[in-house]
């Protein structure tokens, strides 16, 4: 269940921003030259939308910016948007031809790095895009993390299908069992960096 928000008019972002003074670098993995990122060249609306509520201004909120065009704007210019939103994370839509394995192309970002994957700004774009723009029930996204499947509903919920990720074996990270509170037996490491640890007993986690 998700609850939309009131649009933000993203047009400004479209010169004002290239032209803006930084002193400053949005700290993340975009190599920094003294200069502000090149704007974004087309027309966007960016949208707060809410997910797993019913009402605005609750939930677990994300921006989407749905892009139009065939290529992606300069990565430094969506990590500075994502900085200026300050959200969570702020997810970018890019539709994809005919013919590919998806249906758009989806990226996230925090107010500081690109990430592999996230579910709730991925609720919230399947909802902008059903909504705004009539897409299909299912929509194919192609990420970090391979392509994930969304099913919108008529009652207004959203299923996400995402790819297996296997695990494999990993040492066990320095501090990870003081912050747990408990000793782990192992831990398991996937493509996208995520970690999972293998407890002795559920009773360990209070």
């Excluded at 060249?41 to 949208?47: A, E, P």
């Excluded at 065009?69 to 031809?97: I, K, V």
Aim: charged share 20%.
């Amino acid at each position: 269940t998700l609850g939309l928000q009131q649009p933000v008019d993203g047009r400004h972002h479209r010169g004002d921003l290239g032209k803006a003074s930084v002193t400053s670098p949005v700290s993340g993995d975009w190599p920094w030259t003294g200069r502000a990122p090149a704007a974004y060249g087309g027309s966007m609306r960016i949208r707060v939308i809410d997910a797993f509520t019913d009402r605005p201004f609750a939930g677990n909120p994300a921006a989407v910016c749905l892009l139009d065009g065939d290529s992606w704007p300069d990565d430094g210019w969506m990590s500075r948007l994502a900085a200026e939103m300050n959200h969570s994370e702020t997810a970018f839509a890019l539709p994809l031809p005919d013919g590919s394995d998806a249906d758009f192309a989806l990226r996230w970002f925090t107010p500081a790095v690109e990430t592999n994957l996230c579910g709730h700004a991925t609720l919230a774009t399947t909802h902008a895009l059903h909504t705004d723009r009539g897409t299909p029930a299912t929509v194919r996204f192609s990420t970090r993390s391979g392509i994930l499947t969304a099913h919108s509903h008529a009652d207004g919920s959203i299923t996400l299908d995402f790819p297996i990720a296997p695990l494999t074996e990993a040492p066990i990270p320095d501090g990870l069992g003081e912050a747990l509170g408990a000793k782990p037996e192992a831990a398991y490491g996937t493509r996208s960096e995520e970690h999972t640890s293998e407890l002795q007993s559920r009773t360990l986690i209070s």
